[in-house]
């Protein structure tokens, strides 16, 4: 079955450390991989975006994310975390002749000064 | 360019009252879809709109809820009548393409 999975549920980082958040999925062929972030009381915004092409993709807010397809992973990273980044990350891939997002169930990040 | 827009931002409403919430997609997106996260749970598709059509209602937890997009412009998502565990976040989205989608700031709704 497709399936998107982010198997962190919390991750707890100190303010300049760097982070890494994980995303699998489980699907045919390699689907359009996202990832979103949700501040508290915010909507969600988009970070980035892999289509296809170079594997290592940059977004916004100094995020950036690389495809695996051997390891069927998305990742997300950031060399340097900022209080301001805790929030809620959300992994979404849309399958190829698709046009419905399916949501990991997000990682909390949270940021110690 | 604007973005998504939806209204209202935040709504509390007694068991058994009604709500219509009300998305504005990016203009000139045909896709527009409704999302819903309860409290703590997963991001949960509702359906999808081309234009003013149906695509997909799959999401749709039971006939209490009810979608329109007429004229294929901004779209509304009704709940009547409203039941406790309806309480969440409803998200909408919209897309030109239906590969990268732009959401909005979110519906947040609260039954007692």
């Known amino acids: 079955a497709q399936s998107v999975t982010q198997p962190d549920i919390h991750i707890t980082v100190s303010e300049g450390a760097s982070l890494e958040l994980r995303c699998n999925y489980s699907?045919?062929?390699?689907?359009?991989l996202f990832w979103y972030v949700q501040s508290p009381g915010q909507g969600l915004q988009l970070l980035l975006k892999?289509?296809?092409?170079?594997?290592l993709v940059q977004g916004i807010k100094g995020f950036e994310a690389e495809f695996k397809r051997s390891q069927s992973s998305f990742n997300l990273r950031k060399p340097s975390v900022h209080w301001s980044d805790a929030a809620e990350y959300f992994c979404a891939v849309v399958a190829r002749g698709s046009y419905i997002p399916t949501f990991g169930r997000g990682t909390s990040l949270i940021v110690h000064p | 360019e604007a973005g998504v827009t939806q209204f209202p931002s935040h709504s509390v409403i007694e068991k058994g009252q009604t709500v219509t919430l009300r998305c504005d997609p990016i203009?000139?997106?045909?896709?527009l879809y409704w999302y819903r996260r309860v409290m703590g749970k997963e991001i949960k598709f509702l359906l999808h709109?081309?234009?003013?059509?149906?695509?997909?209602e799959s999401g749709m937890p039971n006939n209490r809820f009810l979608a329109e997009r007429t004229g294929g412009t901004y779209s509304t998502l009704k709940v009547q009548p409203a039941e406790l565990e309806d309480s969440g976040v409803y998200f909408c989205?919209?897309?030109?393409?239906?590969?990268?989608?732009?959401f909005g700031e979110g519906s947040w709704l609260t039954v007692v």
């Open positions: 892999y289509f296809s092409g170079d594997t």
């Open positions: 203009s000139g997106h045909d896709n």
């Open positions: 989205a919209s897309s030109a393409d239906g590969n990268t989608i732009y």
């Open positions: 699907y045919g062929a390699t689907p359009y």
């Open positions: 709109f081309v234009k003013e059509s149906k695509q997909d």
